[in-house]
């Protein structure tokens, strides 16, 4: 089971480690610094960090979230499970080179809403 937590400055060094896996770079779009809307996501059988989800307040209300994991903790369901975990409406954008991220926030329910050249645009949560 996933637990998410705030990040605190305590997992600065964690966050930075991971926004800068050199697999991870490739599909980011941002490299806001870590701040109270960043989630840090842990595992029941280890308490320890294995990856975060950031939270964006569009102008419009909407939350928009972004999802990284560790690299071991990729393809276990652990992100469509977090994503599931977070409240209100969301929507996310993702890099259309980026299949795998795809699949976990469909996995999570989430619904493409709009496709460019360079983007996936889904909404979910509820």
């Known amino acids: 089971m996933i637990h998410l937590r ?3 400055p305590d ?5 930075l480690g991971l926004r800068n896996d050199p ?4 599909f980011g779009d941002s490299q806001a610094p870590a701040g109270p809307s960043w989630l840090i996501g842990h595992l029941d059988v280890v308490w320890a960090p294995i990856g975060f989800i ?8 909407v939350v928009e979230v972004s999802i990284a994991l560790l690299k071991e903790m990729r393809g276990r369901g652990h992100g469509p499970e977090a994503l599931r975990a977070l409240p209100g409406k969301l929507r996310a954008r993702v890099r259309t080179d980026n299949p ?6 469909e996995k999570a329910g989430f619904k493409a809403v709009r ?3 360079e983007h996936v645009y889904y909404e979910g949560g509820g």
């Open 115 to 117: 496709v460019t050249t």
């Open 23 to 26: 697999e991870l770079l490739t």
């Open 6 to 8: 705030p990040a605190t």
């Open 11 to 15: 997992d600065d060094a964690f966050l």
């Open 54 to 61: 950031r939270r964006d307040i569009k102008s419009d209300g």
């Open 100 to 105: 795998a991220s795809q699949r976990a926030f």
